[in-house]
């Protein structure tokens, strides 16, 4: 079965510095996605960014990025110039690649910025 | 964009009623929806996945007959939690993929349950 491991409970950072979330996660499948979704207090879930295995490129959507490393099973999110709107709950998550498939969650994340 | 409502957004029942939460994709047409469960301060747990005109997948632990599925179309997903419990207090989230099947999914607002 596939899992996902975030090992950092709680985050913070300055305003406008940069924090890296960790994320890693097991599978035996080489065809797959993962993602990284932000849960602010409304706790309305909102995808951040998303990458293909199967893309060598790592995503990049703005200020946010991730550093793919596929042979060692880690995803990690870099967010630049964080903001005040960037304090949320981040999940890291895994879905296989074909079709609609489920979500395998990571424990959560949870950023905090200081003004 | 994608929408996905849930309503109603807070229930409050009596222990040993019933709790209908409907999830509906508003702008797209939804093969597949998918029920999670978040208790406080942790991730999300998936329930079940619907499938629209077929019965819904559960997750091995979930309890089929006390969380009925139902997927009559494709926007509509209902969840039902039978005799409900103080212990199935929890926040419901649903999510739906698109018919192309392009994997992402978009999720719904959330439904807070209490059970007194």
């Known amino acids: 079965a596939q899992t996902v491991t975030q090992s950092q409970p709680e985050m913070s950072v300055q305003e406008a510095e940069t924090v890296t979330l960790s994320c890693t996660y097991d599978t035996s499948e080489s065809d797959y996605y993962l993602f990284w979704y932000k849960q602010p207090p409304s706790r309305q879930m909102i995808l951040v960014i998303r990458q293909e295995a199967y893309k060598q490129q790592n995503a990049t959507e703005n200020r946010f990025s991730v550093n793919f490393q596929k042979a060692a099973k880690s995803f990690s999110l870099k967010i630049s110039d964080s903001q005040l709107g960037d304090a949320a709950m981040y999940f890291c998550?895994?879905?296989?690649?074909?079709?609609?498939?489920?979500?395998?969650f990571g424990q959560g994340t949870r950023l905090t910025i200081n003004p | 964009g994608a929408v996905v409502s849930q309503h109603p957004s807070r229930v409050i029942c009596k222990s040993g009623t019933s709790v209908k939460i409907e999830c509906r994709s508003l702008?797209?047409?939804?093969?597949?929806m998918f029920w999670y469960r978040q208790f406080p301060k942790q991730s999300l747990m998936l329930m079940a996945t619907s499938n629209e005109g077929s019965k819904a997948t559960y997750e091995q632990g979930v309890e089929k007959d006390k969380f009925l599925i139902n997927h009559a179309s494709l926007t509509l997903s209902t969840l039902t939690v039978t005799s409900a419990h103080p212990e199935d207090s929890s926040f419901y989230i649903c999510?739906?993929?698109?018919?192309?099947?392009?994997?992402?999914?978009?999720f719904g607002p959330g439904t807070r349950l209490t059970v007194l």
């Open positions: 999510s739906a993929s698109l018919v192309a099947g392009v994997s992402e999914q978009f």
């Open positions: 998550a895994y879905s296989l690649s074909q079709g609609a498939q489920k979500l395998v």
């Open positions: 702008d797209f047409q939804a093969t597949t």
